[in-house]
């Protein structure tokens, strides 16, 4: 059984920083691209940064410049720094990663965690 758990998360000010992590803990024997989504009120879930295991990003294009992605791969752990929030980036933002357990590749989806961005 393979588990994302994600941390971070919470109510700051605009122009405030937050810090998301995501530990992904089990039966893994690799972890491919890890990533970060988001989702609104009333709005569709949308990719807003994306490792490959080797490193490579890329980014939403209202979060680049603002945003970075990272991964430790010793700890089967990514991050999400979050500068110079605004209040369009309220959401419920998600961790995913795909995952091989020794059986398959599995894409997995963690729990999800607050942000407001509110004065």
């Known amino acids: 059984q393979v588990q994302l758990v994600e941390s971070g998360g919470g109510l700051v000010q605009p122009g405030g920083s937050l810090r998301l992590s995501c530990a992904a803990s089990g039966s893994i024997f690799s972890i491919n691209a890890m990533g970060w989504y988001r989702q609104a009120p009333g709005k569709e879930r949308e990719l807003v940064a994306a490792?490959?295991?080797?490193?490579?990003?890329n980014y939403a294009d209202s979060v680049k410049g603002r945003f970075t992605i990272s991964r430790d791969n010793a700890k089967n752990t990514v991050y999400l720094q979050m500068n110079s929030l605004k209040p369009e980036d309220t959401a419920v933002y998600y961790c995913n990663a795909d995952i091989f357990d020794y059986l398959l590749l599995r894409h997995y989806w963690g729990q999800g965690t607050q942000v407001t961005v509110s004065s």
């Open positions: 490792i490959t295991s080797s490193g490579s990003t």
